[in-house]
């Protein structure tokens, strides 16, 4: 038995993160040095200037921003920097277990090959697990403010990779662009042997993540927050023991959460939702996987039992096999024992 406070126990307890965007992590340091060597302008002056930028409305003001920097990213070796640069956070963080987003079509779109933007991932990803332990899984997101036929030629272009991504997911703009647009590639991608996840019920409602359950078919939901509005897609979400990756920073740096005392992860887990904690876009959103716990635990009271059910979800919703889940659990209920 020891007595940790509640910050350490979050900060060495072992987790997964299930939502995060790889080009969301793209530190200004990073940004900056990566636009030097590629001899690209930027309309920034200094590190601190492109922090006071991030300050967003809502999503939209956000994905401005987020585009813009990622524009910066053109060769193999700056996407494998982007990477390892998370997984070292990562590491620091315990985090033993990441499932990454990635957005092909913000590098497509703009001339870079596709094998660049993945070779790179997951060259990093692979001296994650060797030399820093951390085992992942790829998550290939389409832009839902581009066509559904942009989605279908990502996918085709993604099939010689399929070795590589375990599943497809949906972001960008979502108001206006409901799920049920991309219900072809979808379905085309699970025929293909791919997992299914959304964003949804982030900024749209909950007829959103209704869709996005009922068209896709998808294997877990990110976001989710505004499925609370309609009990029955609650206690289908709960029956079903479908997983939401909730987001807290984002939540309130784009404003779908007004203060951290009114987000709703306490009682997503009281109505026995299975939710987990996560980081989104770190560098824009001021922090990392373990601030996210902080800032929930601090406004919410969350106890340490609540945080070990938080890190078992966050295992549990994985998508490794089952008996590596069952492995991780262990460990988390282990650490639990000895630190409660
Ligand atoms: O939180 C998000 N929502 C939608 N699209 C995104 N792309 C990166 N982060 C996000
Ligand atoms: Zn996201």
């Given at each position: 038995m020891s007595n940790l406070s509640i910050h350490d126990f979050i900060r060495q307890i072992p987790k997964a993160e299930l939502h995060l965007h790889i080009e969301g992590t793209?530190?200004?340091?990073?940004?900056?040095?990566?636009?030097?060597?590629?001899?690209?302008?930027?309309?920034y002056s200094s590190v601190e200037e492109v922090r006071k930028a991030y300050q967003f409305g809502n999503l939209q003001d956000f994905l401005d921003i987020y585009y813009a920097g990622a524009a910066v990213l053109q060769k193999e070796q700056d996407f494998y920097d982007l990477t390892m640069a998370y997984l070292l956070k990562a590491k620091e963080e315990n985090i033993v277990h990441t499932e990454i987003f990635f957005d092909p079509q913000t590098h497509t779109e703009r001339g870079i090959a596709f094998n660049t933007v993945i070779t790179g991932i997951h060259k990093a990803l692979l001296d994650g697990e060797n030399k820093l332990g951390i085992t992942s899984k790829l998550i290939l997101c389409f832009l839902r403010h581009l066509s559904e036929?942009?989605?279908?030629?990502?996918?085709?272009?993604?099939?010689?990779?399929?070795e590589w991504i375990t599943a497809v997911g949906l972001d960008s703009s979502e108001v206006g662009n409901p799920p049920s647009k991309f219900q072809k590639v979808f379905e085309k991608a699970a025929e293909k042997g791919f997992l299914g996840v959304?964003?949804?019920?982030?900024?749209g409602n909950a007829e959103y993540v209704k869709e996005a359950l009922n068209a896709l078919k998808i294997d877990r939901i990110d976001h989710g927050n505004r499925s609370l509005e309609d009990p029955n897609l609650v206690k289908e979400i709960?029956?079903?023991?479908?997983?939401?990756t909730v987001c807290p920073l984002s939540n309130l740096k784009l404003q779908v959460v007004k203060s951290p005392d009114l987000h709703p992860l306490k009682k997503m887990l009281e109505l026995g939702m299975m939710a987990t904690v996560n980081s989104d876009d770190p560098a824009y959103f001021g922090g990392y996987l373990n601030a996210n716990f902080i800032v929930m635990t601090d406004a919410l009271g969350l106890s340490k039992e609540e945080i070990t059910l938080l890190a078992k979800n966050s295992f549990a919703a994985s998508f490794l096999p089952e008996d590596e889940k069952e492995e991780k659990i262990a460990e988390v209920e282990n650490f639990y024992n000895k630190n409660n």
């Open positions: 793209f530190e200004p340091e990073l940004m900056f040095a990566i636009a030097q060597r590629n001899k690209v302008a930027i309309p036929e942009s989605a279908l030629k990502t996918l085709e272009q993604a099939l010689p990779y399929k959304a964003h949804a019920g982030e900024e709960v029956d079903r023991k479908l997983a939401l």
